[in-house]
């Protein structure tokens, strides 16, 4: 239960909603309803046969470059760092509307799918904990229901944008949970890398 609601909240912070809201609303907001639902459908289904991808076939090409889990978790972390470092020192802005030339599979394939859904430090993420599956029993199971129910909540968001962006001070609350949860990144990277340098005996913690 206790890795459950690690993955769990690890998800939320990289794949989940609250940092998809804004960034749709904003790449939507000239864009009609019907729109909107087809790219919501459309971007939900790219990004869940990306994560199956990364899940099912990440092992692999890692064992196949013979990447250690160590080295994994370094890497990992250090994207999870460089990720949450952009996200507090950039300077705020709000997504573009997009071209009425593009396509709902277009919009839906890019930004929305990647990076708005999946954005490399959560790959990383998915690459780290399917590493450590074989290590804990049920780890493996428990990540495909977490990224099950991110998709969902990703896709719910999406559909439903335009309702959820009426609702009274929710972007405030939105805002004030980003702040928290990036902050909750950053320390979760150097975590995952200081795991991996005393493993390797660079460290002791």
Avoid: W
Wanted: charged fraction near 10%; hydrophobic fraction near 60%; glycine fraction near 6%.
């Amino acid at each position: 239960m206790e890795e459950f609601s690690f993955i769990l909240t690890v998800f939320f912070m990289l794949l989940g909603p609250a940092k998809l809201v804004p960034s749709f609303a904003g790449l939507t907001q000239c864009m009609d309803g019907r729109f909107k639902r087809r790219v919501a459908i459309r971007g939900a289904v790219i990004a869940s046969v990306l994560c199956a991808f990364v899940a099912l076939a990440g092992e692999t090409l890692l064992s196949k470059y013979r990447i250690s889990i160590d080295a994994l978790r370094i890497s990992g972390g250090l994207v999870l760092l460089i990720a949450g470092l952009q996200v507090i020192f950039q300077k705020a802005h709000s997504s573009s509307p997009v071209s009425d030339t593009s396509t709902a599979i277009q919009l839906a394939a890019s930004p929305v799918a990647v990076p708005s859904i999946v954005p490399p430090a959560g790959v990383a993420a998915i690459l780290v904990f399917m590493m450590l599956a074989p290590q804990y029993p049920g780890m493996a199971q428990a990540v495909a229901f977490c990224l099950a129910i991110m998709m969902v909540l990703d896709f719910v968001v999406m559909y439903f944008i335009d309702q959820i962006m009426k609702t009274p001070g929710l972007i405030i609350v939105l805002t004030v949970l980003g702040s928290v949860l990036v902050f909750v990144q950053v320390g979760l990277a150097v975590q995952i890398i200081l795991v991996a340098l005393k493993n390797l005996g660079v460290v002791q913690v």
